[in-house]
């Protein structure tokens, strides 16, 4: 089946310092990646939209300068959190929506801890 | 504009009785409706999802979802739970052309007693 491989897995970081997450699909051609946050306890909030090529697009609220998103290959997604802050913690996870496998792929998620 | 509505924040249950966790849906489209769980600290698994084949859906490790348009609902369901199951789930949402976000629910809580 379809898989997204996402890395690192959890991360802890100094306040200040930039952190890359990284989302590869594995046997299918990712042209779209949702990005999504978690905070404890609550449910996933969408972030952001990355298409293949082009810019992603931004939910309200979130800060695109400060979220980079990079979508270069229809197979590697990133989402940089850069000058993190602890309210920065939280877990982020990306999906990738599949045609040859309909549905929608997760990858297993990074859990941010900024210190 | 489409939503969610995850009736209960936390249900409990006996291992080996019934589980059934709420979810109502709101969609200018004919949806896609999905059922995640998610377990301490780990990704999501699909658990069933429909699109608009068949209204009963049978999912993974026993469980299954009804498809209700008159009601706009999508409750789960599971004959007899087993102390692997508690976690969150998650009601989702989507257009049905597949390329479009998924909107989440709130999540429930299972909890399963001994």
């Known amino acids: 089946g379809a898989v997204v491989s996402q890395h690192p897995s959890w991360v802890i970081c100094k306040s200040g310092t930039s952190v890359k997450i990284e989302c590869r699909s594995l046997d299918f051609q990712a042209t779209t990646m949702f990005w999504y946050r978690q905070f404890p306890k609550q449910s996933l909030m969408l972030m952001a939209t990355s298409n293949e090529g082009s810019k992603a697009t931004y939910e309200q609220g979130v800060e695109k300068d400060k979220f980079l998103i990079n979508h270069a290959s229809l197979t590697l997604s990133t989402l940089t959190v850069t000058s993190a802050h602890p309210e920065d913690s939280s877990f982020y996870i990306c999906?990738?929506?599949?045609?040859?496998?309909?549905?929608?792929?997760f990858g297993s998620g990074t859990r941010l801890t900024v210190v | 504009a489409q939503s969610v509505t995850q009736l209960d924040s936390h249900v409990s249950v006996s291992e080996g009785t019934p589980v059934l966790l709420r979810c109502n849906y709101s969609?200018?489209?004919?949806?896609?409706l999905f059922w995640y769980v998610q377990h301490p600290n780990k990704g999501l698994q699909l658990l069933l999802k429909y699109t608009s084949a068949a209204t009963l859906v049978k999912g993974i490790n026993g469980f299954e979802a009804e498809f209700k348009k008159s009601e706009t609902s999508f409750h789960l369901t599971k004959p007899s739970a087993h102390m692997s199951d508690a976690a969150e789930y998650f009601c989702?949402?989507?257009?049905?052309?597949?390329?479009?976000?998924?909107?989440f629910g709130k999540g429930t809580r299972l909890s399963v007693i001994a």
């Open positions: 969609s200018s489209y004919s949806p896609s």
């Open positions: 999906s990738a929506p599949n045609d040859r496998f309909y549905g929608y792929t």
């Open positions: 989702v949402v989507s257009r049905p052309s597949g390329n479009t976000p998924l909107v």
